[in-house]
Structures are given as C-alpha cells and as structure tokens.
C-alpha cells in the first residue's frame, strides 16, 4: 500500500514524523509524493494552534469524499488536545497516541482501530510507555541535518500555550540513549544535530537521582565530540529562562562541538505581562542569564520569541518589550500576534487588544530586529566564517548555508557537491537577515 503524511506544527512534530515514516517504510508500505496515489494517508497535528486544527478539518472531509470512489484509509496523530481528538474519532479510520505509533501498522490492518484519550487516575496517557517510541529508529529527512528528541512534554503550563495539554507531563528520555543516537548520527556524516523538548534545560529533573541534568547531558555531548574528532554543531531547542542555569552556559562555552548560539523565548519584556503569562521568570532574571552569555560566550548569537499582543497589554508594556529588544539586540526574534488557543488558559480571556494593534507592534518589533540585525551583520563583512552549505540559494547561480550562530549566508556557485558540507566563506557584504560572501577555503573531500 501507498502511502502520505502531512506534518504540521514545530520541529517536535517534525521529529515524531520522522519515526512515523520509519514505522511505515519497514512495515513494507511505499511512500508517494502526491497524497492523491495514497492509500493511507495520515496528519501529524498541532492543537496549539487553531489554524493548524483547522487545516486539518479541511483535509479530512476531502479524504473522506474520496473515500466514495476508492479505497482509503485514514490516521492522525501529534500534538492534540482531548477535545480535538474526541472529534477525530468520528472522522480519521485511525487515531493514536505517539506512545503507540509501533502498533500503527497492526491497526491499519484491522482498519481503524483507536487508542482512548480518556485519563487514567495517576497516570499521564500521553507519556505512559513514550519510551517505546522513542525505541523506533527514525527515518531521517536529511543526511546532514538531524533531531534527536531527549524529553517530551512540559509541566510550565503558561497560560497562552496548550502543549502541556497535548503532550502531557515531562518525561526524559534515558540519556544513554541519546548519546548512542548522537554518536550514530555523527559517525554516519551528520554535521548539525539539535537536542529537542518542549523545556531542554529541564531535562532529568523528572527523574532526580536517577538521570544526569542538562548540564550533564550537556557535558556527555560534549566530551563525544572530543573523543570523535568530527567537526559538527549540537544545538537544541527551546530552553526555558526559569532552568537556564549558568552551568548551562559554562558547558556550551568549554567544548566546541556545543554550537555557540543559544534561543531563549522571553515572551515579553513587561513583568507584568510575564506573570499574566506564568512564565515564571522575570526581566531581570533573564538579564542576568544574557549577561551570562555575553561574558563566557561573547561569539554566540541569541534567538528568542516574543508574543504582541497578549490580553491586557498596554502601550506602556508593549515599550517595555521593545525596550527588551534595543536592550538585548537579538540576532532573531520569532515575533507572533497573540491569538487565543483552545486548550490553553488564556483561552477563557478577552481577546481584548485589536488586530490592527498587534499588527502595527509586530511592525515596531519586526524594525527594532532588523536595525540591530544590520549592525551585528556590518560587523561581519570582511571577516571568515565557517558555514553549513544547505541548499541552493533562492538568487540563482549561489548556494545558502548557515554559521554557527544559524545565520544565513549566500555565496557564488551552483556545486551541488558542497551541500551538507562546511566550507569558510569570507563576508563581503549584508542586508536584512542575511549575509553574502566568497568561499576561501574548500575540504579536500568535495569535488570541484
């Protein structure tokens, strides 16, 4: 049987799918390209956001139309709320919990058999046995670039965000495993590597005595590298400034295969908003954590998110967040309109600040980005950078690539050779978010 998937959402989605495909392809079924050809057609769904959900709604009653004319079975899984998965029973063949995903071939084949969503006292449905997913071997997208997922889940519960109600609780994956499957990735020519979880830097604290933390998975990480000898980048996403410890920063800056670029979700810049939001940190905590950074890894570029918008915020919060931003001077910031999302606390809220507000505060915060962006790059012009070839470029006759601190760099050649491989590029120019250059030097192992 044919097969497609469509995978919405963040990178963990990404990731799960990867473990999806694998299940599928051993089981013996063929993936096509156009879900047309499919006879199994499956989503990886995103409840934290409702135009994903709805996408999903779309789709379901075209496959369902099909189904008048041939044969077609359906499944869904991911990042889904109980209320959202009580709805797809009625319409997907098949849904599952990705704890379950080595049984999807054995529930094709007795077409639509489900997993309850129904809770169980003291038991979390989402997470119990998620270390048999785990136990699949992905099928990864890329021959260069990887996910390795080291926890799943999140207890913050801050009240714009529905994933602790999708996922469940944190659970963290053995580190033992995960370093198993990092030396995999590397010894097989994998270049970029990013640890993922909802919290990272919470990793092993839901098994206190038992695991390492993240400074010590951190620390394992980096003395693998020391002792392969390979040059790749160990990333990971997304950390959470109430766990960002300076251990933390202190591993990142004494080994080198730990990437020197740190994404760190602020959200806003008002300790008001922060507390409505239940991060749980505050402005001055998170100053500290970047002084930090500054001081023991002065090289690393800074990422982080922020949200307009949200219930209640003022003209004078919101100057405070853009305040944040002249202050930090982030390489990239992920800025989004606040819009609320079923599942989620906030949900209950008025969604009391206009739309033409939240857009013209993403246009104040989106300028703020670019003029310190301009500057951080007009430092760079001139000087040599490793860079991660990735892909062809979007201007024709250049490939695109990224530096250490993930920012994109173009240079002159159509060599299809030196994709997925580090080659040093020497800046001789910038615009906004991006950076041009000349190679300078080529690893013996590409051909020209």
């Known amino acids: 049987m044919k097969y497609h998937l469509i995978t919405l959402g963040c990178q963990m989605n990404m990731s799960d799918s990867e473990r999806v495909i694998s299940v599928l392809d051993k089981a013996g079924y063929e993936w096509v390209d156009n879900e047309e050809e499919a006879g199994l057609i499956g989503i990886l769904a995103c409840s934290v956001r409702q135009k994903a959900i709805d996408k999903v709604y779309s789709r379901i009653y075209k496959w369902n139309k099909w189904k008048s004319h041939k044969n077609l079975v359906t499944f869904i899984s991911g990042c889904i709320l109980p209320s959202d998965h009580e709805r797809f029973l009625k319409l997907f063949d098949i849904t599952f919990q990705m704890k379950d995903l080595p049984n999807l071939p054995e529930m094709v084949s007795q077409y639509g058999v489900t997993t309850p969503t129904h809770l169980k006292i003291g038991i979390d449905p989402h997470n119990q046995h998620i270390e048999n997913f785990w ?64 919290n990272v830097n919470s990793y092993g604290l839901d098994k206190k005595g038992e695991e390492v933390t993240f400074p010590g998975l951190l620390e394992k990480v980096g003395k693998l590298g020391n002792q392969l000898k390979k040059e790749f980048w160990v990333y990971f996403t997304s950390p959470h400034p109430r766990d960002m410890t300076d251990e933390v920063i202190e591993v ?26 239940n991060r749980k940190h505050h402005v001055g905590k998170y100053k500290s954590i970047v002084e930090t950074i500054k001081r023991l890894i002065p090289q690393a570029t800074l990422f982080t998110d922020i949200i307009v918008g949200f219930t209640g915020e003022t003209d004078e919060q919101f100057e405070n967040t853009r305040l944040v931003m002249e202050e930090f001077k982030y390489n990239m910031a992920y800025i989004a309109m ?111």
């Open 135 to 198: 136990d699949v071997k992905p099928a990864y997208s890329s021959t260069f670039e990887a996910f390795v997922p080291i926890q799943n889940g999140c207890d913050k519960f801050c009240t714009f965000c529905a994933v602790p109600y999708t996922r469940g609780r944190e659970v963290s994956r053995a580190s033992y495993e995960i370093i198993n499957e990092v030396e995999s990735l590397v010894q097989a020519g994998y270049k970029s590597i990013t640890l993922l979880g909802q």
């Open 252 to 277: 990142i800056a004494k080994y080198p295969v730990l990437a020197k670029q740190i994404h760190l979700p602020i959200q806003s810049g008002d300790e008001k908003i922060l507390v409505k939001m």
């Open 338 to 448: 606040y819009s609320p999302r079923p599942g989620a606390a906030s949900h209950r809220w008025v969604d009391d600040v206009p739309l033409e507000v939240k857009k013209q505060r993403l246009h104040v915060l989106t300028e703020e980005l670019r003029k310190h962006n301009r500057v951080y790059n007009a430092e760079m012009v001139g000087k040599q950078y490793r860079v991660l070839v990735r892909s062809a470029d979007r201007k024709e006759g250049f490939l695109s690539g990224l530096t250490e601190g993930k920012l994109i760099v173009r240079f002159l050649s159509e060599n299809q050779h030196f994709i997925g491989e580090f080659v040093d590029v020497k800046i001789t120019s910038y615009s906004d978010f991006s950076l041009q250059g000349e190679l300078v030097a080529i690893p013996e192992t590409i051909e020209i």
